[in-house]
């Protein structure tokens, strides 16, 4: 048998919440959880139309998807990002962004001796799946804080989770140069990247910072955020040719298959503006009222730029502040999970329903 769970990662960090949720719960009016961005209003149609459209699906789906559905993320990609000169066999379907990231190190070859660079506030996910494959890993958000060593992948991300801080061109340019004198691989996660409420978002594969050459280069994308379809598992990375085929090569192996009918789907929304755009205003709105709210207890809120959440702080330690929001009844996310650097911070997430957000903005004011 191999080592156990335990020895190999660290504990789930929303299984460490439980004591905060229960007494969040005990409140009159019932928990707000602001803790987990999950979408929570409805899939739109479009995605249900062709869901059900594609439905009749008795064979098995490729791995790599078919050329339609590929060709949808390239079209989107120019459409809403100004991303040019992408090619559908630069693009490979994965089930959800999550999965894709959590096997990439393992499914790219790497393992003990190889480095990997993550920011220092990031999603565990990419430390995770570093240590699931046996690397270093390091959490820098620059390349001087890197040192003397060539990491062998280094993420980027943004519209940041937790932080909402947005990355400029210049800065994704200088790091891509960087990167590129060195051979390092740049993995950039934008599964935020229409979620931009200060400031413009900018696609590492944009002309601005890549030179219109995606060599080195992969950004991951999701539609779980953007339409509402984390029920789905329907996401893509793009980018570097020959990065992609060497994923490809390896998943058909694993047989990582997103499910035909949620391929179509996937098309079908990325096909779509207008029910993002409907969302994005859902979550002006939301984002606007807990904002105001928060500011008005004595909260300050730090970046929070993009994304889907509000970083907050009362400059305690972050547990601390959770306790006296579970005490109202609102249950956040601890800066804690994403690093030491957010040991006094919280992520509020504003993905809650209009009814849960003016509960919170109730009991905050």
Not at 306 to 320: I, S
Not at 334 to 340: K, Q, V
């Amino acid at each position: 048998m191999g080592r156990p769970v335990s020895a190999r990662f660290p504990d789930f960090p929303w299984d460490t919440l439980a004591a905060a949720k229960t007494r969040a719960a005990e409140h009159p009016g019932g928990i707000v959880d602001l803790s987990i961005g999950t979408p929570v209003d409805p899939t739109p149609e479009v995605a249900r139309a062709a869901l059900v459209a594609a439905a009749d699906a008795p064979g098995y789906p490729t791995v790599l998807g078919p050329v339609e559905v590929r060709q949808a993320a390239v079209s989107w990609l120019e459409r809403r990002a100004g991303v040019t000169g992408l090619r559908p066999d630069q693009v490979l379907m994965t089930i959800g962004s999550k999965e894709l990231i959590a096997n990439l190190p393992v499914q790219l070859g790497l393992g003990a001796g190889d480095l990997v660079v993550f920011p220092e506030l990031a999603y565990p996910t990419y430390e995770v799946g570093a240590r699931y494959a046996g690397c270093e890993v390091l959490a820098a958000d620059s390349t001087v804080a890197i040192g003397p060593r060539t990491p062998a992948l280094l993420y980027l991300n943004s519209p940041a989770n937790p932080s909402g801080r947005i990355l400029g061109a210049d800065h994704l340019r200088k790091v891509v140069t960087w990167a590129r004198e060195r051979g390092v691989l740049v993995v950039s996660d934008e599964c935020y990247l229409e979620f931009a409420w200060e400031g413009a978002a900018v696609s590492v594969l944009h002309p601005d910072v890549s030179g219109g050459d995606h060599t080195g280069l992969l950004a991951v994308h999701s539609t779980s955020k953007r339409s509402n379809l984390a029920g789905y598992r329907a996401a893509f990375v793009a980018g570097d040719a020959a990065v992609v085929a060497e994923l490809l090569a390896v998943r058909k192996h694993l047989g990582f298959m997103v499910p035909a009918p949620v391929q179509q789907a996937m098309a079908a929304t990325l096909a779509d503006d207008t029910h993002v755009d409907d969302q994005l205003q859902r979550y002006a709105r939301r984002r606007l009222r807990l904002r105001a709210a928060l500011e008005s207890a004595g909260y300050t809120v730090d970046h929070s730029e993009g994304a889907l959440y509000l970083w907050a702080t009362r400059d305690e330690p972050c547990r601390a502040t959770v306790d006296r929001l579970a005490e109202v009844g609102i249950l956040v996310a601890p800066g804690d999970f994403y690093g030491p650097a957010g040991a006094r911070h919280v992520r509020v997430a504003f993905t809650a329903s209009d009814e849960r957000v003016e509960a919170a903005v109730s009991r905050l004011t």
